[in-house]
């Protein structure tokens, strides 16, 4: 199975300052079409998980331009350049290119 | 809009079954697969398998192969997951959520959640 490491477990954050969190896979998620398949979700508090990004860096239809994603063949960061309150979840990545899929444990962002 | 709305709390003994159901809206429902994703308490996100509505074809996680069976009902657009032989352990959120499958998979939108709890 492909293994998904994320880093920090926790992300304290000041309102209007950056955040990054990364995401690793134990093997590249390059798909033959040439895009990485993976995606990042977000928990926010007693909610379901939403869609965030796709495609390792395609956004989401909704999602606020302050959130951006790269990728590379097994690392991969989400970044929100400007924390907002209601950006508070916990975030989560996800490989779906080998079955199992897997997800990465999560990243909770907290405010300050 | 698109919404996948999932049936209510269930409350088990171990060994017994659960089935779960997922009824889906606003988009056609043959066009998209469903995926379900467990949640434990205070604990990640863990897949456990998805059904292609259109062609019926399933795929599960090898670590609920065998005790898991997802389907689907095109006539009234409502997926299903009965999952058997339950255990504590399966006390959980499960989650459903609509597979786009185009050149990737990513799920959009997800179900409120069906929490289980096992327990005797």
Redesign the interface.
């Known amino acids: 199975d492909i293994v998904m490491t994320q880093s920090p477990l926790a992300l304290p954050v000041t309102p209007g300052e950056p955040a990054s969190i990364s995401c690793r896979s134990s093997q590249s998620l390059l798909h033959s079409s040439g895009f990485h398949y993976l995606d990042w979700y977000v928990q926010k508090p007693g909610q379901s998980p939403q869609l965030l990004f796709y495609l390792g860096s395609t956004r989401a239809s909704g999602v606020p331009d302050r959130f951006s994603a790269s990728d590379s063949a097994t690392d991969f960061t989400l970044t929100i350049s400007r924390v907002e309150a209601e950006d508070v979840g916990v975030y989560y990545c996800m490989q779906a290119l080998q079955s199992p899929l897997t997800f990465g444990g999560g990243t909770r962002v907290e405010i300050k | 809009q698109v919404q996948l709305v999932q049936s209510g709390t269930e409350v088990k003994k171990p060994g017994a079954s659960v089935m779960l159901s997922c009824k889906a809206s606003g988009y056609p429902f043959s066009h998209y697969g469903i995926t379900w ?1 467990r949640q434990a308490p205070g604990q ?4 456990m398998g998805w059904i292609s509505i259109y062609k019926g074809d399933t ?1 599960y ?3 609920f192969q065998g005790r898991v069976t997802m389907t689907a009902d095109t006539s009234t657009g409502t997926a299903y997951m009965d999952m058997r032989s339950l255990r504590s352990d399966d006390t959980a959120t499960y ?1 459903c ?1 609509r597979v ?1 499958a185009t ?11 069906t929490l289980v709890i096992v327990s005797s």
């Open positions: 994703v990640g996100l863990e897949w795929k996680s090898k670590k989650f959520a786009v050149g990737g998979y990513w799920f959009d939108p997800w179900g409120q959640g």
